[in-house]
């Protein structure tokens, strides 16, 4: 011990460098007073460690202001077909809402240094559109230079609102870090070349204690230098990439959701957060449409074991959801109950698939034709039954399937997924979520293909009251209660 450390406690690497990475949506930044609330929120993180007199490493991500992005979209659109005067006047308003952005919380110095910025990208946008009605460049190309700028001026204003709170805070142009291949409108981040410019570019913020504000979603070809962009929804991805190659102590992604919730508020009112989730009951829960992270844009932070936490923007004091490496088990195994309507239910029945095989792939080779994705897939004997969440191809589907047998189809379903860690290997649960709707007809249940998860479909009419009554089972206070004061008896009959 004392040969490692010959120079007392001082030298043990200390936490102190390692970031947190602050990302912030489009909705929470969607207008000054989003500004102002995402400037507190930073500057409270930053100052915590106050007492000691030093600042904490911040790393700060955001997105284009709410429907910025869709609108350079649309005008590149129009531009395309040659209007250009058209798609240039549908982004006025948002060069006000930037304007308003500068004009209400920017002092008169930082506020002409603002709207230079803004008035900039104005004309430099308008020459983009320009080049996309000519015709001479991939269109896709053009379109990620031009929808770039709703992140460059995002972060640049909040950089400059943070600057006025007093932080030292600086824009940083995300497309010097994060390099990617060609592929433009959906580029793919190449780790190495990312995580080594990243770390040239944010350590010596980092030794000075200045908050790099940077623009989600945003980023550059390695071979090209020309702007690329990550696919619609980027700035999470650029939170975990940022994060990865910083090895940050942990990524907050800001929105405006308590978190993860036991079950959509919309049906269930007394939904509540869950405080933490493994990466893998994350993944289940956002494939079911829960309003949180995509498994895919937070890869890099997973492969990484960094916490991913959800919080809102709008109620700050809450601690959100902690999302992490850590597989822990909740008292009730279940932790959250999502699911997805609008599903339809697929049965194929063939006695020729007994006993035979390449049945299974001729089968799923009719919806790898109609390029359908199949969802939940159950099989006996002689029958297949599978849901579809996209039945628009489904005519030319159940053409083919005729082929292979019998063919019944079940519109209007939904599917409910029960999720908690240890899930497969705790008896009891399956029992309890079919008794608590014994009354409800099942028609596919799923269970063991992931150890997280239990999946079932039920009619959309009784669904509801299906995660209503799941909800009441797995977490309602007065179950609780009823269990803990079981809990507790059972302990006090051991002692006598
Ligand atoms: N602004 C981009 C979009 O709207 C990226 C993001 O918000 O994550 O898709
Ligand atoms: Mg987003």
Redo the contacts with the bound molecule.
């Keep these: 011990m004392i040969g490692l450390f010959p120079f007392g406690s001082e030298v043990i690497p200390s936490l102190s460098h390692e970031p947190t990475i602050m990302k912030f949506?489009?909705t929470s930044v969607e207008d000054a007073r989003a500004f102002l609330r995402v400037s507190r929120i930073i500057a409270a993180h930053v100052r915590a460690d106050d007492e000691e007199g030093e600042a904490r490493p911040v790393i700060v991500v955001v997105?284009?202001m709410s429907r910025?992005?869709?609108a350079l979209v649309a005008s590149v659109q129009a531009a395309t077909s040659g209007d250009v005067e058209g798609a240039r006047r549908g982004l006025e308003e948002h060069f006000a809402r930037h304007h308003a952005v500068a004009r209400d919380l920017l002092s008169a110095s930082g506020r002409v240094a603002a709207e230079a910025v803004i008035e900039s990208a104005r004309d430099e946008i308008a020459e983009g559109l320009r080049a996309v009605a000519a015709h001479k460049l991939p269109r896709l190309l053009l379109q990620d230079e031009i929808i770039s700028y709703?992140?460059r001026l995002s972060a640049t204003l909040l950089a400059h609102v943070l600057c006025e709170s007093g932080l030292a805070a600086r824009y940083v142009d995300a497309r010097r870090l994060i390099l990617t291949n060609d592929e433009y409108g959906c580029a793919a981040p190449l780790f190495d070349e990312t995580e080594r410019s990243t770390r040239a570019g944010l350590e010596p913020l980092i030794e000075r204690r200045e908050v790099a504000v940077l623009g989600?979603?945003i980023a550059a070809s390695a071979t090209t230098a020309r702007t690329t962009t990550l696919g619609?929804?980027?700035?999470?991805c650029t939170a975990a990439i940022i994060g990865a190659a910083m090895d940050a102590r942990e990524i907050q992604i800001w929105t405006d959701v308590n978190g993860v919730l036991t079950a959509d508020p919309q049906l269930v009112p007394r939904a509540r957060t869950v405080e933490r989730l493994s990466y893998a009951e994350a993944a289940e829960l956002a494939y079911f449409g829960a309003k949180v992270l995509h498994p895919k844009t937070i890869q890099p932070a997973i492969d990484q074991c960094i916490p991913v936490r959800i919080c809102n923007s709008r109620a700050p004091e809450e601690t959100g959801t902690l999302v992490g490496a850590e597989t822990e088990t909740a008292p009730r195994t279940v932790k959250a109950i999502a699911h997805k309507r609008d599903v339809t239910v697929v049965q194929i029945t063939a006695a020729r698939m007994l006993g035979a095989y390449g049945f299974l792939r001729a089968l799923f080779e009719v919806f790898d034709r109609h390029r359908t994705v199949v969802d939940v897939v159950t099989t006996s004997e002689v029958s297949v039954s599978l849901t579809l969440d996209d039945a628009s191809a489904l005519s030319s589907i159940l053409r083919d399937l005729r082929d292979l047998g019998t063919v019944l189809v079940e519109p209007r379903r939904a599917t409910i997924c029960v999720v908690g860690e240890g899930l497969r290997d705790t008896p009891g649960v399956a029992a309890r979520v079919f008794n608590t709707i014994s009354d409800i007809n099942v028609s596919l249940i799923s269970l063991g293909a992931s150890s997280v998860n239990l999946t079932f479909v039920v009619d959309e009419a009784r669904l509801t009251e299906a995660v209503t009554r799941l909800h009441e089972a797995f977490f309602e206070e007065r179950q609780f209660q009823n269990d803990n004061a079981k809990v507790s008896l059972a302990a006090s009959d051991t002692s006598l």
């Design positions: 949506g489009g997105s284009a910025m992005t869709d709703g992140e989600g979603f619609r929804g980027g700035s999470d």
